[in-house]
C-alpha cells in the first residue's frame, strides 16, 4: 500500500518530491511545538496548485489522510503528522497578482509573511497582519490557523484581510469560498474556513485584502513597577477612544531574556514591565495621540514614557519584542509558547494566578502579550528532554490555561486548537456545541481524513459514533 | 422566549411536522425574506442585557434587545456598537446578526461580522449551541458564529449574541457635500485617494449626488479629515453632529434618515470591485431610475432601494442579465425582498441540511436550487 501510493505520488510530484526515508521524514517530526513529535509515513511536497489537486484525488482515491503544513511554525502541533501523509505547501511561493487599485493580491499558500508586505510596499501598501513569525511563516499557515500578531489590535486578525480562498477539498473538489469583490448571499463559508487548523481542505490560491501604509508612525515605551499598573495603563488608554496599532506587554523575565540576548532593545532591565504602544495614521492628530497615552501611563504609574526619536529606534523597540521568543532560547532549550486570552478587566489577576501556579510547579514563565486584546502568551523556558520538568511544564500549562477559562477568556487566540489545546476543548464548550462542530466537519470532510484528530475531540462527535467509528 | 422554549418549540416543529418562524421587531418582515407560512409556530426571542462588563468593552444580551436599547445601555459608560446597521432603531440585534445588515459610516468600516464574538444560536434539530466567546480574539474550534453571522436564520434562531464594544472617540463628525458630475467623473478620484474615513454616496433621483464622511478622533485628525474630503471636490460642504464629547453618531438626524428604510421597499445589495464602481452605478441607474442607491466606496457596494412595485424576483434576474452582459463581476444579496438564487454548490445545501436536516427553518430563504460549482 505505503509502496503504490509512493509511487503515484512520485509519478505527480517527481521523485524528488516525496520524502518515503525515516531520516528524512525525521525533519518534519514535529513543529513548533516542543516535546511532541509523531513521524509522517511519508510526505510529499507539490510544486503546482494542479500537483496539490492530484496528489489530494490520489490521497482519496487510496482513503489515506493527510495534514497539511506550510512553514511548520505553528506552536500548538496543528501540523504534526502521526503515521498518515504530510501534505508540504511551501513550494507554492508565487505572488501570482498584485493589485493596487483594487488593493487586493492573489498568492499561493507558500507564500512568507513578510515577503508579501515587502512585495507590496512599492505599492504604498501593505498586508497588515504580522505574526511575530512573519519573517518566516506563510500566508497559507495564518489562513489555517486565523493569525493574529501585535498590529491585529487595530487591523484586524487574518480573517478580516482574507477575501476569498480557493480551496481543494479532502475529495480532491474544488470550491471558492469567499469572493474577491464582496459579500454574497451564500453562507459565510470563508468565515468558516479561515481558522478550521487544515481540517476542511486545502486552500491553494489566497486573496487578500491589501491597506494603505500610515502616513505617519509613532512608537512609544512606557516602563511600570507592577504589572497591575501597566494592566491599569492599558485599560485607560483602550477607554480613551484611541485605537492604538499596536499595544503590548512585557514582563520583567521577558525584559531580562531580551536585554541578555542579541536582541537587546534598551528596555530598562529593572521594571516590572513595560508597554509597547504604537499609534498610526495620517499625521494628523498622532501628536495628540502620543500625548494622551502618555498621560493615560503616567497616570497609571508609569516611571517613563519614551517616545522613538528615530526610525532606528523604533526598530530597535519592535526587534525586542518580534524576537522576545528568540531571546527565551538563551534560557533553555525549549520553549513552550502559550496562547490564552482573558477578558482585559482580569489581566492583573490571572497574571497573578499564572504566578502562583508558576511558583508552585518551580517553573519559570515569561509573559509576553497582546495586551489590548487580553491575548496572553505565557511562556515557559525548560528542556523536553528531562522527564520530570516536562511533566511539571505540562502540569502548569494544564492549570493555566483552565484559570483563563474560568475568568471568561478563552484558549486559543491566534494560535489555534491544534494537538496541544485539545483536551481544553470540553471544559470551554457543551457537548453539544463540539457536536455541531463535528457536523459542520462532515459537511467538508465526511472520512476525517484531513488533519485527523485536531481542533475537535474525535468522542465529541455525536454522529460519528452513530455512524460508527470510520477511522 | 427564553432559549429553551425555542428549543421546545423547534422540537415539536418537527414533531408535528411543522415550521418555525423566528421574529424579532418585526420589522424586517414586509419583503418576505423570512417564512411567512400562516401555520407557523412564531418564535421570538426575548430581550434585555445578560452581561455588561464596560471595562472589557464587551456585551453579552438576548437577541430580541433593539438596537435602541443597547446603544442607549452603551452610551452610559462612553460606549457604542460600532454600527448603526440600516433599518429601523427598533430592529433587534439578533436580526442584525442574522442578515449582516450593512451599516452606512461605520465606525473604522466595520461590519457586524467584525463585531459579533459569541452566540447562542437554537439549531433546526432543536439542540442549543454556544460558540464563539466573550473576548475579542478566539480561534477555538471551527467558526460558527460567522457561519450564523448573514444566514437569515435558515441554519438556527440567534437568542443570544456577544458583541465587541467600541469606546466613542472624542470627536464625531459627518461632514457632507455635494458632487458635481457622473459617477465616472468622481468614483476614480474616491477609490484612488480615498482618505481613511468611512465615506457614502447618495445617489437619488433628480437630485445631485452628495458626499458624507464620517470624521473621528481627537480634534486636529478630524479637521485633517474634513480637508481630505473636501479636497474630492465636494461643493457645499457643512458639518452635522454633536460637537462636544458626548458624540453620538446614530442619532444625528441626517444619519437616522439615511439609515431609514421605507415601509415595504425592496432592498438589494449588490457588491463589486472597486473599480468597478462606476459601471455598476451606471447600471443599476440605467435599470431602476428611480431607485435611491447608497454607494460605498470603500467596499465598492451599492444598497438599492426601491419600491415594492417590481416583481422582486424579476428585478434579481433583469440585474444579473443586466451585470451578465459586462466584464463587472458582482456578487447581490436580497436583503429584503426576493429569496437568494444560491449558487449553491455540494457545500451550501449540505451545511443547511446538517443544521437543519428537518427544514424546519426559514424554508423559503432556503430555497436552494443546485447548481454546480466546481472548477
Redesign the interface.
Known amino acids: 500500500m505505503r509502496d503504490a501510493l509512493l509511487a503515484t505520488l512520485s509519478a505527480i510530484v517527481g521523485p524528488r518530491w516525496v520524502k518515503s526515508r525515516a531520516p528524512e521524514l525525521v525533519a518534519y517530526d514535529a513543529d513548533g511545538l516542543p516535546g511532541y513529535r509523531a513521524l509522517p509515513n511519508l510526505a510529499v511536497f507539490p510544486g503546482t496548485q494542479s500537483e496539490v489537486v492530484a496528489v489530494v484525488k490520489a490521497l482519496a482515491a487510496a482513503g489515506v489522510s493527510f495534514v497539511p503544513r506550510g512553514a511548520g511554525t505553528g506552536l500548538s502541533g496543528g501540523a504534526l503528522a502521526n503515521d498518515v501523509v504530510l501534505l508540504g505547501l511551501n513550494r507554492l511561493t508565487q505572488i501570482l497578482r498584485v493589485d493596487p ?3 487586493i493580491a492573489v498568492v499561493e499558500p507558500g507564500v512568507v509573511n513578510a515577503k508579501l508586505s515587502r512585495a507590496v510596499a512599492p505599492y504604498g501598501l501593505q498586508y497588515a497582519p504580522d505574526p511575530s513569525s512573519q519573517s518566516v511563516c506563510t500566508i497559507g499557515g495564518n489562513v489555517a ?2 493569525a ?1 500578531g501585535p498590529h ?1 489590535l487595530k487591523y ?2 487574518t ?2 484581510h482574507v477575501v476569498e480562498c ?1 480551496v481543494v477539498l479532502p475529495d480532491g ?4 469560498a469567499g ?11 470563508l ?2 474556513f ?3 487548523e487544515g ?1 476542511f481542505g486545502v486552500a491553494t490560491e489566497i486573496t487578500v485584502r491589501l491597506v ?1 501604509l500610515p502616513d505617519s508612525v509613532h512608537t512609544m515605551l512606557a516602563d511600570f513597577p507592577s504589572v497591575n499598573a501597566a494592566a491599569r495603563a492599558v ?1 485607560r488608554i ?6 492604538p496599532a499596536a499595544l503590548e506587554m512585557m514582563d520583567n523575565a521577558t525584559i531580562r531574556a531580551v536585554e541578555a540576548s542579541i536582541y537587546a532593545a534598551g528596555y530598562p532591565t529593572d521594571a516590572a514591565a513595560v508597554l509597547l504602544c504604537e499609534v498610526d ?2 499625521a ?6 502620543v500625548a ?1 497615552i502618555r498621560e493615560c501611563c503616567m497616570e497609571s504609574g508609569a516611571r517613563n514614557v519614551l517616545v522613538a526619536s528615530t526610525e532606528a529606534d523604533r526598530v530597535r523597540l519592535w526587534q525586542g519584542r518580534k524576537k522576545a521568543f528568540g531571546a527565551m532560547g538563551r534560557i533553555a532549550p525549549s520553549l513552550v509558547v502559550q496562547d490564552a ?5 482580569r489581566l492583573p489577576d490571572v497574571l497573578e494566578t499564572i504566578h502562583e501556579i508558576a511558583t508552585r510547579y518551580g517553573v519559570q514563565v515569561c509573559n509576553v502579550f ?1 495586551a489590548g ?3 496572553l502568551h505565557p511562556n515557559i523556558p525548560y528542556d523536553a528532554n528531562d522527564a520530570d520538568a516536562s511533566a511539571r511544564v505540562h502540569a502548569a500549562m494544564s492549570e493555566i490555561m483552565l484559570a483563563c477559562i474560568a475568568a ?10 491544534g494537538l496541544d ?1 485539545l483536551p481544553y ?1 470540553e471544559s ?3 457537548a ?6 463535528c ?6 470532510d465526511p472520512d476525517r481524513r484531513a488533519n485527523p484528530g485536531k ?2 475531540p474525535v468522542h465529541s462527535c455525536k454522529e460519528w459514533h452513530r455512524g460508527g467509528n470510520r477511522a | 422566549m427564553e432559549t429553551s422554549d425555542i428549543s421546545n418549540a423547534i422540537a415539536s416543529a418537527i414533531a408535528s411536522p411543522t415550521v418555525v418562524r423566528a421574529v424579532g421587531s418585526g420589522t424586517w418582515l414586509h419583503g418576505g425574506p423570512v417564512e411567512n407560512d400562516a401555520t407557523a409556530t412564531v418564535v421570538k426571542p426575548r430581550g434585555g442585557v445578560i452581561e455588561y462588563t464596560p471595562g472589557d468593552l464587551v456585551i453579552s444580551v438576548h437577541a430580541g434587545t433593539t438596537l435602541e436599547e443597547l446603544s442607549a445601555t452603551c452610551a452610559v459608560s462612553g460606549q457604542m456598537l460600532a454600527i448603526a446597521p440600516y433599518g429601523s432603531p427598533r430592529s433587534t440585534i439578533g436580526a442584525v446578526v442574522a442578515t449582516a445588515t450593512a451599516a452606512p459610516l461605520a465606525y473604522d468600516d466595520l461590519a457586524i461580522r467584525d463585531l459579533v464574538l459569541g452566540l447562542t444560536v437554537v439549531t433546526g434539530t432543536g439542540d442549543i449551541v454556544r460558540v464563539g466567546g466573550k473576548v475579542v480574539k478566539n480561534v477555538a474550534g471551527f467558526d460558527l458564529v460567522r457561519l450564523n453571522t448573514g444566514a437569515f436564520g435558515t441554519l438556527g434562531v440567534i437568542t443570544e449574541v456577544n458583541l465587541r464594544l467600541h469606546a466613542k472617540p472624542s470627536m464625531d463628525h459627518v461632514v457632507t457635500g455635494t458632487l458635481d458630475g457622473s459617477p465616472w467623473d468622481w468614483v476614480p478620484r474616491l477609490i484612488a485617494n480615498r482618505a481613511p474615513l468611512p465615506m457614502l454616496v447618495r445617489l437619488a433621483p433628480d437630485e445631485p449626488a452628495q458626499l458624507f464622511a464620517r470624521c473621528t478622533g481627537n480634534g486636529a485628525r478630524a479637521s485633517a479629515l474634513r480637508g481630505i474630503m473636501q479636497s474630492y471636490g465636494v461643493r457645499n460642504a457643512f458639518t452635522v453632529g454633536p460637537s462636544d464629547t458626548s458624540s453620538a453618531h446614530e442619532q444625528v438626524p441626517m444619519i437616522a434618515a439615511l439609515r431609514h428604510v421605507p415601509d415595504h421597499a425592496l432592498v438589494l445589495r449588490i457588491r463589486t470591485e472597486l473599480s468597478g464602481g462606476d459601471a455598476m452605478l451606471e447600471h443599476v441607474r440605467k435599470l431602476l431610475p428611480d431607485a435611491t442607491l447608497l454607494y460605498n466606496p470603500s467596499r465598492g457596494s451599492v444598497r438599492v432601494v426601491t419600491d415594492p412595485g417590481h416583481e422582486d424576483d424579476v428585478l434579481v434576474e433583469q440585474i444579473e442579465t443586466q451585470f451578465g452582459r459586462t466584464p463587472v463581476h458582482y456578487s447581490l444579496v436580497a436583503e429584503q425582498g426576493a429569496p437568494p438564487r444560491h449558487d449553491t454548490s455540494h457545500v451550501h445545501a449540505p451545511i443547511k441540511r446538517a443544521f437543519d436536516p428537518h427544514g424546519v427553518l426559514n424554508r423559503r430563504r432556503a430555497t436552494f436550487t443546485p447548481k454546480p460549482y466546481v472548477r
Open positions: 487599485v483594487n488593493r490557523e486565523n493574529g491585529c484586524g486578525v480573517l478580516n480557493l473538489r474544488f470550491i471558492r469572493s474577491a469583490f464582496g459579500e454574497s448571499d451564500e453562507y459565510d463559508v468565515g468558516l479561515v481558522g478550521s481540517c494603505p485599560s483602550v477607554a480613551t477612544g484611541i485605537v495614521g495620517i494628523d492628530g498622532l501628536d495628540e495621540d494622551i486570552v482573558v477578558p482585559r478587566t497582546h486584546d487580553g491575548n471568561g477568556g478563552t484558549i486559543t487566540g491566534e494560535h489555534g486548537v489545546k476543548m470551554l464548550f457543551t453539544e456545541s463540539l457536536s455541531a462542530m457536523t459542520i466537519r462532515d459537511v467538508f481542533v475537535v
